[in-house]
Structure formats: C-alpha cells, structure tokens
C-alpha cells in the first residue's frame, strides 16, 4: 500500500516566520502535487513536480522533490496570515495515470 | 469558466434517507472522481470516471453509486444514508491522455459537508 505521509500535522507560527512541511513515503512516485486548501473551500493546485532533485518557486513557497523521487517538502519564507491553511501533498504512481495518492495534510496557522 | 461546481453546500439526513450529490464541470475534461475527506484523514477516492458511460470504484465505495451519461456531469447517490458517511465531500475532474503524458492535476469543488443524524 502506497501511503504519503506529512509533517507536521499542525503549525501555528508568527507573521514572518519561515517554515518547511515535509511529505514523506517509501515508494517512489512519476509525479508529486502540492494543493493548498482554505476552510469551507476545495484544494487548489499548487504546483507539479516531476523530476528527482526538482526545485519550483512560487512567490515565497519554494518546493523541492527528492531525488529519488520518494520524498518532497515546501518550504515557506516570510510566512503571512493569508498563506493560512491546510497544504495537502499527492502523488501519482504513473505518468498519464489517474491514480493519486493523498496525504493527511499539514495544517498551517499564520497568525498577524 | 464555473470550473467544477458543487451542490449543495450542505446537507442535513436522517439514518436511512436517500439523496444525490451533484457535480458538473465546464473544462471538458474526461476524468472525473469523488472524493470524502474526514478530520485528520486525507482525501480517499469513492469512485472515478474515465468518460461519459464509464465508471469504476475507487478505495471505499461502499454505500455510494455513481453515473455519468456526459462528459460535464458526475451525480453522487447514496441510497442508505448512514452516520459513518458523515464527511465533506469534493468532486474533481482532470485531464489525462497517456500519448500526452500529461500529469494528474486535478480541479476540485467547493465540496459538500453532509451530516447524517
């Protein structure tokens, strides 16, 4: 059984604060998403990372996928009170294929 | 685009009843899943479709049917409404072709929060 795991579960840290949630597994995966969740709301993606050893920057979220491909983390600097919410990893065992596999989440806190 | 839209927001059922989540999606895309999400679990597959007529079950299906007669509309239906289906749940749609090698980055719905009493 493929599982994704996260950590840590839950984060409540100041207004500029930098911090990295981590998303861990013992298989390997084609592909890794990361989605940011708000309350009442349905995960939006985030960003797609494919290749061992991958770094992608989106503003002040930086994410980095393994190099083997088992493993990724997203890393937030200057943390601000809208970046509050749940951050969800999944990863897909195949390219092209439909079969994606959720984390649990890290539940982010950022308070003014 | 409405993206994927979701109704209702929620719902209320007494242990037995019956309804009918909808979800519709306006990206032509050709994969469509259901998803629940429980506090501190993630989000676990009910049943998914590959195209409008073909549909096929996913980690935990039991107590939950589906259909899909065109590419835009994936209804959910529980007939039996138990307590243990108390949960929000997301309809999602995306776009995969394996000539494409496209990757699986799904678009979710705002979700419907269900309780059963």
């Known amino acids: 059984t493929q599982l994704l795991e996260q950590s840590p579960q839950f984060l409540s840290i100041q207004e500029g604060e930098n911090l990295t949630v981590y998303c861990n597994s013992s298989s390997v995966f084609s592909s890794l998403q990361w989605y940011r969740q708000e309350p009442g709301e349905g995960p939006v993606l985030l960003v797609t990372?494919?290749?061992?050893?991958e770094v992608k920057k989106l503003k002040r979220l930086t994410f980095q996928f393994g190099d083997a491909r088992k493993d990724s983390s997203l890393h937030i600097t200057a943390a601000q009170p809208g970046d509050t919410g749940l951050y969800l990893c999944?990863?897909?065992?195949?390219?092209?294929?439909?079969?994606?596999?959720f984390g649990a989440g890290t539940r982010l806190f950022v308070k003014a | 685009n409405a993206g994927v839209t979701q109704t209702p927001k929620f719902r209320i059922l007494k242990i037995g009843q019956s309804m009918t989540l909808q979800c519709a999606q306006d990206?032509?895309?050709?994969?469509m899943y259901w998803y629940r999400q429980d506090p501190g679990m993630g989000l676990k597959l009910i049943y998914y479709?590959?195209?409008?007529?073909?549909?096929d079950k996913g980690e935990v299906p039991n107590g939950y049917n589906v259909s899909r007669s065109t590419t835009e509309d994936f209804p959910l239906r529980l007939e039996l409404a138990a307590p243990s289906q108390t949960s929000v749940y997301f309809c999602?749609?995306?776009?995969?072709?394996?000539?494409?090698?496209?990757?699986?980055?799904?678009?979710f719905g705002p979700g419907t929060r269900l309780t059963v009493l």
């Open positions: 479709s590959v195209g409008a007529g073909i549909t």
């Open positions: 990372v494919v290749t061992g050893g």
């Open positions: 990206m032509n895309h050709n994969y």
């Open positions: 999944a990863g897909s065992p195949y390219t092209g294929g439909f079969k994606t596999i």
């Open positions: 999602a749609s995306s776009y995969l072709s394996i000539t494409s090698g496209a990757y699986n980055e799904q678009f």
